[in-house]
């Protein structure tokens, strides 16, 4: 998870966001698929060192299989 490698916990992430940290867990255990705001998108990128292109085909990749 690119987020364990940035070190970044999930608290800290859902606050920085403004989420619950039952909504990260959601994401990361494929529950749930994040809906996020613009101005969420670019946080999240900040915090996982990421480029929104990137985190635009993570989000595909995980929806294109939840489909499969």
């Known amino acids: 998870i690119k987020r364990q ?3 970044v916990l ?3 992430l859902a606050d920085a966001l403004e989420l619950s940290n039952k909504t990260i867990s ?3 255990t ?3 698929v994040p809906k996020l705001t613009p101005i969420q998108m670019l946080i999240l990128c900040e915090k996982l060192g990421c ?3 990137e985190l635009a ?3 595909y990749q ?3 299989q939840k489909a499969s």
Request: net charge negative; no cysteine.
């Open 51 to 53: 480029s929104l292109e």
């Open 30 to 32: 494929g529950e749930s």
């Open 26 to 28: 959601a994401w990361e």
């Open 5 to 7: 490698r940035n070190q």
């Open 10 to 12: 999930q608290k800290d």
């Open 57 to 59: 085909k993570a989000q």
């Open 62 to 64: 995980t929806v294109s």
